[in-house]
T-cell receptor, first 114, second 118 residues
């Protein structure tokens, strides 16, 4: 069965420093991977996705993610963190079944400190 | 990007009453919508998959009679929490994908509904 894991419940970085939010996946076929961000009491906003092609995917708000097949990882990155990036981040993989539902990781709370 | 509108954003109801939550795709059609529940500081738990014109598919452990789902059109799905109890208090989120989108297209999410049962 497909799954994603986010090993860190929380990540703290200083404003201006690079940030990384980790995600590893487990699928039987080719993965469709996604990153979403959630601000307090709000729904999820799409950041970026990997389907095929370049391993480095660029998304919204300056975020990017690197797909690494050998390490089965899809870490989210940003070169210079902003305080406004503080939020809950979810990695997800598309289920290979008929419904194409998303399977989410447990989420990582990013705190960017001024 | 595409917009999914969820209403209401916040509702407080008395124990024993029913609450209906609406999820609308505003600029696309969705044959399938998804309903999630999220507990504080936790991930999203898929409750059910809503299918236009047919019965919803519920995840294991989710009571069908408790959480009624109706997907009457390609742009609207509703979740009704029947005979609500305080333990049903939670954050409910819907999502939808464009039926004309590619298989790899992303899902779009509503703003969420904070349900408090008192």
């Amino acid at each position: 069965a497909q799954s994603v894991a986010q090993p860190e419940d929380q990540v703290k970085v200083a404003e201006g420093n690079p940030l990384t939010v980790k995600c590893t996946y487990s699928v039987s076929g080719n993965p469709y991977l996604f990153w979403y961000v959630q601000y307090p009491n709000r729904g999820l906003q799409f950041l970026l996705k990997y389907i095929t092609g370049d391993n480095l995917v660029k998304g919204s708000y300056g975020f990017e993610a690197e797909f690494n097949k050998s390490q089965t990882s899809f870490h989210l990155k940003k070169p210079s963190a902003l305080v406004s990036d503080s939020a809950l981040y979810f990695c997800a993989v598309r289920d290979e079944g008929a419904t194409n539902k998303l399977i989410f990781g447990t989420g990582t709370l990013l705190a960017v400190q001024p | 990007g595409a917009v999914v509108s969820q209403h209401p954003s916040r509702v407080i109801c008395k124990s024993g009453t029913s609450v209906k939550i609406e999820c609308r795709s505003l600029d696309f059609q969705a044959t399938t919508m998804f309903w999630y529940r999220q507990f504080p500081k936790q991930s999203l738990m898929l409750m059910a998959t809503s299918n236009e014109g047919s019965k919803a598919t519920y995840e294991q452990g989710v009571e069908k009679d408790k959480f009624l789902i109706n997907h009457a059109s390609l742009t609207l799905s509703t979740l009704t929490v029947t005979s609500a109890h305080p333990e049903d208090s939670s954050f409910y989120i819907c999502s939808a994908r464009d039926r004309l989108g590619a298989a790899a297209s992303e899902a779009f999410f509503g703003q969420g509904t904070r349900l408090t049962v008192v």
